[in-house]
Structure formats: C-alpha cells, structure tokens
T-cell receptor
C-alpha cells in the first residue's frame, strides 16, 4: 500500500526556535496533504490542508504565521512551527491520499514536538 | 459545525470478550465514514463505509453504517491484547476528489486485559 513518511519522529527544541517537519509520499503523488495536531488522549484536529503549488488552507483558529506550510512538490509538504513555545508541544501528523485510491487516507508516523 | 461523537471514551475488557464501539455523526454533507486504529503513532485504516446496512468484515473486526440514524458501530470479537488501541471514527464529505477533509471523533481508548 501507499506509504507516507514523516520526519523527524521526535524533536526537542528551545522556546523561540523554529522547527520544520517533513511529510513525504514515498510511492505516489499527493496533490493534497493534511496536517493534524493531536494532544494527549485527544483526537486528531485538522490544522490545515496543504495544496501542491498553492497556499495552504487553514482551519479556523490555526495561526497561519505560526504554522507555515509549504507544498513545493507532489511528494513533499513541510510544516514549520515558528518561534515555538511550550504550548506548541504536541503530536503532529500528516496524511495524504493516493489519487487512485478512493477514500483511504495514509498517515505519516507522526512527529512529537517538545518545546522546552 | 460538523460533529462526530464516539462512545464510550474508554473501555477496559478481558481478553476474549466482544466489544462494540459506537460512532454517531452530525454533518452537513456526508460521503463516507471511516474507522481507524491508532496505537502508538499514526492511525491505520480499518474500514470505509458508504452504504447503509452493509457489513464490512476483516477477521475479528466488523463494522456497519446506519445512514438513517447517522450511526456506525465497530465490533471486535474474541479480543486480544493486540487490539488495545484508540479507535477513531471519521466522516468524509463529498467535496472535490482527493482533498476531502475528514472530521474525526474523540476516539475510544480500548484496553484489553490478558
């Protein structure tokens, strides 16, 4: 089946620094990728829809300048958490759908961000 | 606002028991309902349901959708410790192909005691 790779799986950074998380579709092209955030013992909350070659669509309440999304190619989307603060500590997951498979969404392994 | 509610929030049973997880939804537009299993990291796909009354099965897992009552259940029979996970229900709208946004439920945390 389709594979989505996410990197890094875990990152610890100091408050005020920026962190970039990559999401790659390994064996298919993804014109659309999704970024989610998950707090402990809570469900996945969609942050934004990343569209190849155009601006991301952010969900209500998600700061665009805080969470920069770039989808420069059909196989790569990046999420940059700018000027990270401890409250940004969370589990971030990306997902993508192979255009030939209706309905099935493939998830990356997730990235656990800890901001000290 | 679209809403997906799962119950119970958590469930602890003994190995060998049968469990039923519930998912109800209120959405503006509906195309399909999906079930995922999330262990430590990323969710893995279990089922996609689009039609009412048609049961989907995969081994000890089965699921069915009731579009009239806006409800789905996920059954797991003869549970094993490996079934311990968070089970997520999500609803997909009929928007443009490939960029549908899923609305996830709160999840049910299932713990199987040996």
């Amino acid at each position: 089946g389709a594979v989505v790779s996410q990197h890094p799986s875990r990152v610890i950074c100091k408050s005020g620094t920026s962190v970039k998380i990559e999401c790659r579709s390994l064996d298919f092209q993804a014109t659309t990728m999704f970024w989610y955030r998950q707090f402990p013992k809570q469900s996945l909350m969609l942050m934004a829809t990343s569209n190849e070659g155009s601006k991301a669509t952010y969900e209500q309440g998600v700061e665009k300048d805080k969470f920069l999304i770039n989808h420069a190619s059909l196989t790569l989307s990046t999420l940059t958490v700018t000027s990270a603060h401890p409250e940004d500590s969370s589990f971030y997951i990306c997902s993508a759908r192979d255009g030939t498979l209706t309905g099935e969404l493939f998830f990356g392994e997730g990235s656990r961000l800890t901001v000290l | 606002e679209d809403k997906v509610v799962q119950s119970p929030l958590s469930l602890v049973v003994h190995e060998g028991d049968t469990v039923t997880l519930n998912c109800s939804y209120e959405v503006t537009n509906f195309r399909s309902l999906l079930w995922y299993k999330q262990e430590k990291k990323a969710p893995t796909f279990l089922f996609m349901l689009t039609s009412s009354g048609i049961e989907k099965k995969s081994g000890r897992l089965s699921s069915i959708l009731d579009k009239k009552e806006l409800f789905s259940i996920l059954n797991i029979t003869a549970t094993q410790t490996g079934d311990s996970a968070v089970y997520l229900c999500a609803v997909a709208p009929p928007s443009g192909f490939g960029n549908e946004k899923l609305t996830f439920g709160t999840g049910t945390r299932l713990t199987i005691i040996p």
